[in-house]
């Protein structure tokens, strides 16, 4: 029997959610796992030849926290992990890593954790609830978390959302993107963030696209992350200016989601943005990319 389990990848914060607002997309982490005597584990495809064959790789980390949060023994497996979201791109290709292994576990040991535990592990393994979150259940999900258990709630995205990601050839690791950011904020910056954060929410929630410009307006994290990613400040201004409903950094970056209305034209958005990149002397490709309303999925092969 193959446990076979496919998490979505996600563009956390839209602006000013930051750690807290994520939304997922048609683009997958797939694990397969099958029970044998000694533990493997097969990174597939270039992306993650240099990631760890060992008990270090994070999908089998995610494995034992799982094990460990259940109180079980994890038998020794054959892990072969495949990614079709690009690395430290800002996509949350750790969260579907971390979500697929922690998944593919439970369903290992018949299910011990309900989706309530699985969302609080995958927020502590993660260190966020947003991209973690959205990976697992799907749609858009607005989360608080206190370090050990989060509150949410997952809606499905507007039906006429569209999601264009600018995705640069170079990477930026999470870590290094979190590292910039200030400690302390001034309260008209926090009011600013409540606010708009607030009226994100709603709009997602509401369907309500025409307030995404205004509010996914930011001041707590792109600001400072400009310094790593070239043409941000340009690309998120211009934006809405050239079709977008709103754009945001995607994660910690380095890629941009910009969101546009169904049957939209494009194509003025498009030429804006491979403009801003020229100049700026970045690669990057244009992605249009379907929403996610499902989450992960398990798919059980009993022939294999
Ligand atoms: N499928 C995977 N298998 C093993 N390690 C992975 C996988 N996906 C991501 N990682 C690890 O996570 C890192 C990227 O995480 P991060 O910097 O948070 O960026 P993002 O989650 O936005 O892609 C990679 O450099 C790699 O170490
Ligand atoms: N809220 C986090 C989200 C990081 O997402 P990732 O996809 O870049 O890992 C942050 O902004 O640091």
Redesign the pocket.
């Known amino acids: 029997m193959t446990i076979e389990v496919r998490a979505p990848a996600?563009s956390?914060?839209l602006g000013p959610g930051?750690?807290c607002v994520g939304i997922s997309f048609a683009l997958y982490t797939t694990v397969r796992v099958k029970v044998q005597d000694a533990l493997e584990i097969v990174p597939i495809g270039p992306d993650l030849q240099d990631t760890p064959r060992d008990e270090s790789n994070i999908v089998y980390q995610a494995m034992l926290a799982l094990s460990e949060a259940a109180g079980q023994q994890l038998p020794p497996v054959r892990l072969e992990i495949e990614s079709g979201i690009p690395l430290a791109r800002?996509?949350?290709s750790?969260?579907a890593a971390l979500v697929a292994g922690m998944v593919a576990a439970n369903e290992l040991l018949d299910r011990p954790l309900d989706t309530q535990s699985l969302f609080d592990l995958a927020s502590r393994l993660e260190g966020?609830p947003?991209?973690a979150g959205a990976s697992l259940v799907g749609g858009a999900v607005v989360a608080t978390f206190d370090g050990q258990g989060a509150k949410y709630l997952q809606f499905q995205l507007p039906e006429n959302l569209r999601a264009l990601l600018v995705v640069p050839q170079y990477a930026l690791e999470?870590s290094k993107?979190?590292g910039i950011l200030p400690d302390t904020y001034s309260r008209t910056d926090m009011v600013f963030q409540l606010s708009h954060a607030a009226l994100l929410a709603a709009g997602l929630a509401s369907g309500n696209l025409a307030v995404f410009k205004e509010a996914m307006r930011d001041r707590l994290?792109q600001p400072y992350r400009a310094a790593l990613v070239p043409g941000l400040l340009e690309l998120l201004e211009g934006a809405p200016e050239h079709g977008a409903l709103g754009a945001a950094l995607s994660?910690?970056?380095p890629s941009v989601l910009c969101f546009y209305e169904a049957n939209s034209d494009v194509s003025a958005l498009k030429a804006f943005l491979t403009g801003v990149l020229e100049q700026h002397g970045v690669t990057a490709l244009l992605e249009e990319l379907p929403l996610d309303n499902a989450g992960v999925q398990v798919s059980l092969h009993p022939e294999n």
């Open positions: 996600s956390a914060n930051f750690d800002g996509l949350g750790s969260a966020h947003d991209n999470t993107a979190r994290h994660g910690a970056g």
